[in-house]
């Protein structure tokens, strides 16, 4: 698989899984359609509490969310008060007996107004839905009088998008680190190549030969499958780390096989000089460390446990 394939991966599948505005709840679905296009309408109103209080709305479970025909009073429920015909209103005290019109009229927590990002409003113009503020509609009392639905959000029962955001980065991390190995490994196909076409040396060349191949096509085989698996919407969490290790590993493998090679042909044109084989020996020595140390590395990365990127807002 070609670098730009996992560039389009991580931008395209990544992104698709991560990013989405989907629920679980079929009632903030509905919520958030009813509200969108209106005055201040749903995916703002979405967003910022999203952001300001961790919410994950695409994972709230549907129990979470009521249907009524008025606010529930207790602190932790998120009434959103909904105008679905409009009304004329009668608390308009300032003799234009203005109209009440569809949209998001009122939020509050109990009885608290809150402002559009969930926070309590500090004043009456902070506050979330239309602008009734001097026209008699600013309270829990008044919002119950003119909605005609009331979604109640148990709190309680919304999971915290903290989680899920320390996933994404997981899984970001993890796509990136498998792109960077891809270019490591990229970058020393002329070493591969070298390895391949080897025919005869001082001692240990076959040892040296032998290493850089199953070094090389396990990491390729290993990238391959992963890719593979992210494209399908699943990562492991110790990727980053992992593949960072593993790619370090390898670089050192065949680093040492290209002083192990310069050294074997220096005692090819040397056969009496016992300088460049006792080198040879001991580059060998340490290339076989470092390739024993990366086959357990891609052994540790081979039982990750893949993870379901999770949709979330």
Known sequence: MKKSEIRKIIKEEISKHL???KFQSSKLAGLYSLLSGQWRGGKQMFDR???????????????????????????????????????KNVRDRSGWAGTVN????GMTDGKTVLAMNGSIAGKRGDRAGAD???K????????????????????????????????????RHGAEALKSAR???????RRYQDALTMK????????ARDMVKKATEALEKAITQHTAMLSKGFYASGWNSQYSAASRLYEQVMSKFQRFQEQNKSALKNKNDKYYKDRMAVTLKDMQD??????????QISREKPKEIQAGW
């Open 132 to 134: 009734y503020n001097t």
């Open 200 to 207: 005869a040396g001082e001692g240990g060349w076959k040892s």
């Open 290 to 299: 470092e390739f024993k140390e990366f086959m357990k590395k891609m052994q």
């Open 49 to 87: 509490m999203a952001q300001k209080k961790k919410f994950d709305w695409a994972n709230t479970p549907d129990k979470a969310v009521k249907k009524a025909s008025e606010g529930n009073s207790a602190h932790g429920i998120i009434n959103v008060f909904v105008v679905t015909t409009p009304k």
């Open 102 to 105: 569809k949209g998001l009229l």
């Open 19 to 21: 990013l989405t505005e």
């Open 183 to 189: 270019d490591v490994l990229n970058s020393n196909k």
């Open 136 to 171: 008699g509609i600013h309270n829990f009392k008044a919002f119950n009088e003119y909605a005609d639905v009331v979604y109640q959000i148990d709190t309680s029962m919304i999971p915290s998008s903290a989680d899920l955001q320390k996933s994404r980065e997981e899984a």
